[in-house]
């Protein structure tokens, strides 16, 4: 079965689960696994057959025996109850992805094309030949802007985290070296205060340094009015600028830690721009790659070098595969889940109107109607199905606020999904019993007497 299906769990897990096959743990598990399965489906058989008393059994109690059906009744309502917990679970994955993917991430990574470590091949001063290469690059028709940093959206790695002191207050703030088109190029807001559109006026005061920080950062700070406040940090004192909007750049599972951004490399020099980031013209993304490795193979330094780059939209994507790859295996387990839940309670309907046939003659036979005897027959399936509900609720709740929990930035669980998830239920149990239990109030009185 796993050589058959292989490849769509691999891509389910992320995982090449053929290699565990002849693996020595998964044989030893694998017949362990036979041997309990084989040994807990033969128990409850023998227990019952061992029940039965031959003295009852020749007086006709056999119905009586088959009546103690508490164990049969359990195995249903957790079927029921884990059908439920899946398709809840269902509808809340598909919720928390579709908010990820809807809601404002402060930033805008559509038609953006990174490449990581173009940078270390040009003099990254402010205005050296990596300037220069940018400047080019903005000339092309078919971009938009370019810029670099020494972190982007959706790379994974964390900016690193630097001591700064306010007022003698210290404080830890993740820190983020751009250039003067960073904010423009991935259309992040700015709030407050002014962002340097030229180099000049980054040249003009050699001595002096500009930060602008996030939301996160300001409120961190304190600080009523932001602009014009000092901040000392990496051995030196900078002056805030601006205030920008707070961006989800790594993840909707972190939370948005307060920013500093800088534009001459303070924090270290070991730390370089070294990521180029093209920000391409609608439908132009082929143009603009190929413009940047003309330049590219025009550097001495990097011409017999490959050039590697990246959609940020897709990079950014990544960081949520995994949550979609569950999404994928949590949809089939929950079609899984209902299947079997269906059967067992198909069975269990076939089984009550067996063993209650006659008595369901006798009652139409004094006047019931076939909407009293269809509610006679599923009133037993409809307290199984409240009781599961009882109990599988909670759980579900639990198990998913857990698992939402792991987002900093998440849906609040609302009654409607479950609401919708015992409907669904309920609505394939009622299919599920409803075809026997209908033939079974329909069927003439006659056929099930004439032999007593």
């Known amino acids: 079965m796993l050589s058959i299906t292989g490849n769509v769990l691999q891509k389910w897990f992320n995982d090449d689960l053929k290699q565990y096959i002849l693996n020595q743990d998964t044989v030893m598990y694998l017949f362990l696994g036979v041997i309990g399965t084989t ?95 940018k400047e080019r690059l903005q000339q092309d028709p078919s971009i938009l802007s370019v810029a670099s940093a020494t972190n982007m959206p959706g790379d994974g790695e964390l900016p690193p985290k630097k001591q700064f002191s306010h007022n003698q207050k210290q404080l830890e703030f993740d820190h983020v070296g751009i250039d003067k088109s960073y904010f423009s190029t991935l259309n992040i807001a700015v709030l407050k205060g002014n962002i340097p559109t030229s180099i000049k006026q980054l040249l003009q005061d050699s001595t002096s340094h500009y930060v602008v920080i996030n939301e996160s950062a300001a409120m961190a700070l304190d600080l009523g009015q932001p602009i014009g406040a000092k901040l000392a940090g990496c051995d030196v004192n900078f002056e805030i600028i601006a205030v920008v909007k ?46 940047v490795k003309k330049e590219w193979q025009q550097n001495s330094s990097t011409k017999s070098l490959p050039l590697e780059y990246a959609f940020m939209d897709q990079q950014y994507a990544l960081l949520h595969k995994k949550q979609q790859e569950m999404q994928t295996a949590f949809n089939s387990f929950t079609f899984l889940a209902v299947i079997i839940a269906a059967l067992g309670l198909f069975s269990m309907a076939a089984y009550q109107v067996t063993i209650r046939k006659k008595e369901m003659s006798v009652r139409k036979v004094l006047g019931a109607s076939v909407q009293s005897i269809f509610m006679q027959l599923n009133k037993p399936f409809f307290r199984l199905f409240l009781t599961a509900t009882l109990i599988s609720l909670p759980l579900t709740y639990f198990i998913l606020n857990r698992w939402l929990d792991n987002f900093a930035y998440r849906i609040d669980l609302q009654w409607w999904y479950f609401l919708i998830a015992i409907m669904i239920i309920f609505i394939i149990i009622c299919v599920s019993i409803s075809y026997q239990t209908i033939r079974a109030a329909k069927v003439n009185p006659i056929d099930s007497l004439r032999n007593e």
């Open 39 to 133: 040994c807990l489906s033969g128990i409850y058989p023998a227990f019952v057959l061992s029940g039965f008393k031959s003295v009852s059994l020749l007086r006709g109690g056999l119905g009586k025996t088959q009546r103690k059906n508490t164990l049969r009744n359990g195995l249903l309502v957790f079927q029921i109850g884990i059908a439920l917990l899946f398709m809840t679970g269902m509808l809340i994955i598909h919720e928390q992805i579709r908010y990820i993917q809807t809601t404002d991430k402060g930033f805008e990574p559509a038609q953006v094309i990174t490449y990581k470590g173009l940078g270390m091949y040009y003099d990254g001063t402010l205005n050296g030949t990596y300037y220069n290469l």
């Open 246 to 291: 707070d961006s989800k750049a790594y993840g909707f599972e972190n939370v948005v830690k307060p920013t500093v951004y800088s534009y001459k490399n303070e924090c270290g020099s070991a730390r370089p721009q070294a990521t180029l980031i093209v920000k391409a013209a609608q439908g132009k993304a082929a143009q603009a790659i190929e413009t």
